[in-house]
């Protein structure tokens, strides 16, 4: 069987609703009408009673029927006394009605095919003891109350035909940038233009809500599928050039007639190509684990104080070999819950960048303090600086403000990414100030507590 579409489960839906609604209406409407004309019909019957008791009396213990009105507002007045007995009227006229006789109480009977409300009142007049009884017709639903439900019961099918017509209708343009949005998004996933967008129509309702969320969807997805095809075409370009170096130097050592020293040159190279490309794959894996939240920290108590002042002590010779100062500001012992290996690394990326940028003669300062339930590390260098437009990327993977400058330095583009990996790894976060041509500022902020990572995941 073929499943219903939204339209026609709203349309069935609403129609559910609307009949239901009708069937509680009129039900209230004739319960309620018909209590209505049964108190009405009580109030008569008792009004022409009292009535009637008032114009009885006796003669001498004979009663006069001369003053008495028998049949007054559709009701028929019986007398009868007490044993029962029929006194008035004598002509036997009127409708006949076998009901027990009970003072002041109102009550349906059936005669004969036909239905009455009876009302009795016992009363003692002239020293005579006597039931007076009133009886009309209980017209029920066949009076005008009937005729009424009659016209309801025709005209609730044209009513629900009504209401499912107009109710698919509404929901069919209201269902109209749905079918819009549908059919942008098979154009979208059946080409290669992933810049096409489903735009808004102006509206705040939550259709238009629905659309702007998919926009912002295949933003995210267009910026990821860009970034992986530059991710891909970089780490190919930066694992070719190594691996030719490696079989160019093989095949050259192959050759005839190649002396001691020439052959351990070859091998040399190769070993440095091969550190380098195991170098990269080590940071693309830590890369890769991040991402899918594979990646398992071993957390523990960590000194980043005194973690600091080691990376500090391990690149002082790289600083001055570059002609530079590495300054270090540690206020206090810095305790924290964290994985010792990545923070090691994050600290190793950020300094190792801002001695590979900086400039002759020039500083890098290391800052680490405290605030409130944070530990703020910062990195500031005294280099060239990043430029405005490239400041936004620079945490990319093998983004480069300037390819050229990166390679003669010997950066793969991976430093600044793994350093935000691992930051959020620990729920912290990383930012980055720079002035193109005076510096560049660092600035890493940790939690001292750990909190539960959703981003971690089962280990390999």
């Given at each position: 069987?073929?499943k ?5 489960k ?8 609307v ?5 509680v209406?009129?039900g ?9 004309l ?5 109030e008569?019957l ?9 114009q ?8 006069d029927e ?5 049949y ?11 044993q029962g007995?029929?006194?008035a009227?004598r ?9 027990l ?16 409300l ?11 003891s ?5 009886v ?10 009937g ?13 629900l ?6 109710g ?8 109209l940038?749905?079918e819009?949005m549908?059919?942008?998004?098979r ?5 290669n233009?992933?810049?096409r967008?489903?735009?808004g129509?102006?509206?705040?309702d ?17 910026t ?9 075409s970089d780490?190919?370009?930066?694992l070719?050039?190594?691996?030719a170096?490696?079989?160019s ?9 190649k002396s001691a020293s ?5 091998v040399?190279?190769?070993?440095r ?6 170098s990269l ?14 990646l ?7 000194d ?5 002042a ?8 790289s600083?001055?070999q570059?002609g530079?100062t590495?300054?270090?500001?540690i206020?206090?012992q ?37 605030e ?8 500031r260098d ?6 405005p ?18 390679a ?9 990414s793994i ?5 959020q ?5 990383v ?9 560049s ?5 940790l ?14």
């Amino acid at each position: 069987m073929k499943k219903l579409s939204i339209k026609a489960k709203v349309t069935l839906w609403y129609t559910a609703l609307v009949f239901l609604l009708i069937v509680v209406l009129l039900g209230d409407l004739f319960y309620f009408s018909s209590r209505v004309l049964y108190e009405r019909a009580g109030e008569s019957l008792s009004r022409v009673v009292e009535a009637a008791a008032g114009q009885v009396h006796f003669e001498r213990g004979e009663l006069d029927e001369r003053e008495i009105g028998f049949y007054a507002d559709g009701v028929s007045v019986f007398l009868y006394d007490d044993q029962g007995r029929r006194l008035a009227p004598r002509s036997g006229s009127g409708p006949k009605v076998n009901a027990l006789l009970e003072d002041g109480v109102l009550k349906s009977s059936q005669d004969g095919g036909e239905r009455w409300l009876v009302y009795d009142r016992y009363t003692q007049i002239d020293g005579v003891s006597l039931w007076i009884r009133g009886v009309t017709p209980d017209t029920g639903f066949s009076g005008p109350l009937g005729t009424m439900l009659l016209l309801a019961l025709i005209a609730s099918p044209f009513l629900l035909l009504i209401a499912a017509g107009g109710g698919y209708l509404i929901t069919k343009r209201a269902f109209l940038p749905i079918e819009h949005m549908i059919g942008t998004v098979r154009s979208i996933s059946g080409g290669n233009d992933l810049s096409r967008r489903i735009g808004g129509s102006g509206a705040k309702d939550e259709i238009a809500r629905l659309g702007g969320t998919f926009d912002e969807m295949f933003d995210r997805l267009q910026t990821s599928f860009e970034d992986e095809k530059r991710f891909t075409s970089d780490a190919s370009h930066e694992l070719r050039t190594p691996a030719a170096i490696i079989l160019s130097q093989c095949e050259y050592a192959l050759e005839d007639e190649k002396s001691a020293s020439e052959l351990r040159e070859s091998v040399r190279v190769i070993l440095r190509q091969a550190k380098r490309m195991n170098s990269l794959i080590a940071r693309l894996l830590l890369l890769a684990r991040a991402d899918n939240g594979r990646l398992q920290p071993e957390f523990e108590e960590v000194d980043l104080g005194e973690l600091c002042a080691v990376v500090c002590e391990e690149l002082e010779p790289s600083a001055k070999q570059e002609g530079l100062t590495l300054h270090q500001e540690i206020e206090g012992q810095v305790a924290l819950t964290a994985d010792q290996t990545l923070l090691m690394r994050l600290v190793t990326n950020l300094l190792s960048n801002a001695i590979r940028y900086n400039r002759p003669g020039g500083s890098v300062t290391l800052c680490l303090r405290t605030e409130g339930e944070n530990a703020l590390l910062s990195v500031r260098d005294t280099g060239i600086g990043i430029a405005p437009e490239h400041l936004p990327k620079i945490f990319g993977r093998f983004y480069r403000a300037d390819a050229a400058r990166t390679a003669e330095r010997g950066g793969t583009g991976l430093g600044l990414s793994i350093v935000r990996s691992i930051a959020q790894v620990h729920g912290g976060s990383v930012e980055a100030q720079s002035t193109l041509g005076e510096g560049s500022d660092f600035t890493v902020t940790l939690p001292l507590r750990r909190e539960e990572n959703p981003g971690v995941g089962e280990p390999d």
